[in-house]
């Protein structure tokens, strides 16, 4: 059963820390994905990445940043956390060949205090 | 502007009806669209992909049409059940490349017995 795994579901962090959220598939996936989700905005990217070291910004980027060292692990970095950065965070990968469906991992409820 | 519009109020139907729901698109050429399932508290789940080249698919008791001519799909659930209550999400690729998916916000479907 292909699996995306998220490290934590639920978090919370003051303002100004710095935050790691990571992201690990197992399905030897090409393509790799960070959203946030907030209601009535619907799923937004905030970056990608189709290989390792490489990244791209999606479409909001600002006050995140990714690494991408193994294939199989991409991580969200919050620099410094900010309380309009509480939101649902979710991981996905995706194959390069094939149907590009995108499997999704269980999210992290981020809350910024 | 590009936007994707989905129905935000959810919709109610009743136990053995068809549920009909709606994706509209303005300003995107997408080469596919997808459908997703999402149950409170967890990521996305892949249903169905339509290129733009096919007019309908089928899986088991769910239906995806698209017309590239109106900008629209519809997703249709027959029989419903009450296990099909969640909400659905549609996803058309942004035409950028790296199989980057634009989400729309997602319609809720309850399904009463």
């Known amino acids: 059963d292909v699996k995306v795994t998220q490290s934590s579901r639920y978090l919370v962090k003051r303002t100004g820390e710095k935050v790691f959220l990571e992201c690990v598939q197992d399905?030897?996936?090409?393509?790799m994905f960070w959203y946030r989700q907030d209601p009535g905005l619907g799923l937004r990217l905030i970056y990608f990445s189709y290989d390792v070291k490489m990244k791209e910004k999606g479409d909001i980027p600002e006050g995140y940043s990714v690494s991408r060292e193994k294939k199989e692990r991409f991580s969200l970095i919050l620099e410094s956390a900010s309380t309009n950065q509480t939101s649902m965070y979710l991981c996905a990968s995706s194959r390069v060949l094939g149907i590009p469906e995108q499997y999704f991992g269980p999210g992290t409820r981020l809350t910024v205090t | 502007s590009q936007k994707i519009e989905q129905n935000s109020e959810a919709l109610n139907i009743q136990e053995g009806k068809t549920a009909t729901l709606t994706c509209n698109y303005t300003n995107y050429s997408p080469a596919y669209l997808q459908w997703y399932r999402q149950d409170p508290g967890r990521g996305p789940v892949f249903l169905l992909l339509?290129?733009?080249?096919?007019k309908e698919k089928r899986k088991e008791r769910l239906k995806v049409t698209f017309d590239t001519t109106l900008k629209q799909s519809l997703f249709h659930i027959t029989a419903s059940q009450p296990a099909d209550s969640a909400t659905y999400l549609c996803?058309?690729?942004?035409?950028?490349?790296?199989?980057?998916?634009?989400f729309g916000t997602g319609t809720r479907l309850l399904v009463s017995p």
């Open positions: 339509i290129r733009e080249n096919e």
């Open positions: 399905m030897d996936h090409e393509n």
């Open positions: 996803a058309l690729d942004s035409d950028t490349g790296f199989q980057k998916l634009v």
